[in-house]
């Protein structure tokens, strides 16, 4: 994602890139919250951490292709 962000901040507007910012800060919040119920499901389990990052990671990768499209097409 990091690298996707980079050639974003490259090739958009300040006030798009100030829109994507905005629009990046409220996206971890809700994937933060998805990863924690997610794993809640497992509390106080061996799997618990597991499913936590691992939904951090499929939903960072949906958001990866997401900003492709919306921003490289």
Request: aromatic share 8%; with cysteine.
């Amino acid at each position: 994602m990091n690298e996707i962000y980079g050639v974003l901040t490259e090739e958009l507007t300040s006030e798009e890139m100030e829109q994507l910012r905005e629009e990046q800060r409220d996206w971890i919040e809700k994937r933060d919250e998805r990863a924690l119920e997610a794993s809640l499901e497992y509390e106080g389990g061996t799997q618990e951490q597991l499913e936590y990052v691992s939904v951090l990671a499929n939903v960072t990768e949906e958001r990866c292709y997401e900003l492709v499209e919306e921003y490289m097409d």
